[in-house]
């Protein structure tokens, strides 16, 4: 059963993330992004962190790509690129080679590295849905307001300057121009 | 070495998230439109995040799904920040790749 989750998710994954490179409508490659996001989403699930595929789905899958199909339509850059030419000529044989050298590291770190953590942790509470709350949510819980307090309060102002910066970038200058 | 059972174990996932950093990577090299390259780093962000629960789980350890959070966050700052970045480039040239972006001139 694991088993068969994981090989759906994984080809939801890969299916989608290729999409993200070879579709030349911007707006198709938003839409595979979704698909990628889902099945990370599903992934998450299938490891017990089930706050996590939560936020996955609202935040990314919702917002993110909402943000980033509306960005898409105000532009007005919804027309398809030509991936045929290429202005650099050696650009995408590098690129493979890059990402293969890439690929070939990390997944020889992974198979030579296996086995080598042991857990020292002190443990997380699997979902437990049989007395009306989520284990893993409430330990997340105590995790991100007791140890990094600090760090979720850095996160509110961060995204209050991200906010602000935002307006003020994409706002029209009014008298600057002349 | 990997076990060929049919449970998938940790490796499984790390290589899964792996091969997602790798198309992400060779997605922002390739792809010319900025919109398209920022998705290609949401690939990147989301493989880091899988792997990172999947650490999380292997190690035993509540802090690394605590990180993902985090990185969720700084990604829809990033996101943001980004997209107004690009709306106000692009609003005043019809350049749609980011050759064109060549030149510093404004």
Known sequence: MEFFVFVCAALMILLGAVGVIVRKHPVHAALSLVLTLFGVAVLFVAQDAHFLAAVQVIVYAGAIVVLFLFVIMLLGVDRVENLRTEPLSAQRPLAIITCLGLLAVLVAAIVNGNGVLNERGEGINLPDLQNGSDANTVQLAESIFSRYVVAFEVTSVLLVIAVVGTVLLTRKAKSSAK | ?106
């Open chain 2, 1 to 106: 070495m990997i076990s060929l059972s049919l449970t998938p174990t940790s490796s499984w996932y790390l290589i899964l998230s792996a091969v997602l950093f790798a198309i992400g990577t060779f997605g922002v090299l390739v792809r010319r439109n900025p919109l398209v390259m920022f998705m290609c780093i949401e690939l990147m962000l989301n493989a880091v995040n899988l792997s990172f629960v999947t650490l999380a789980r292997e190690l035993n350890d509540i802090n690394g799904q605590t990180i993902v959070f985090f990185v969720m966050v700084v990604a829809a700052a990033e996101v943001v920040v980004g997209l107004g970045i690009i709306v106000s480039i692009m609003r005043n040239r019809s350049a749609m790749t980011v050759d064109d972006l060549a030149e510093l001139k404004g």
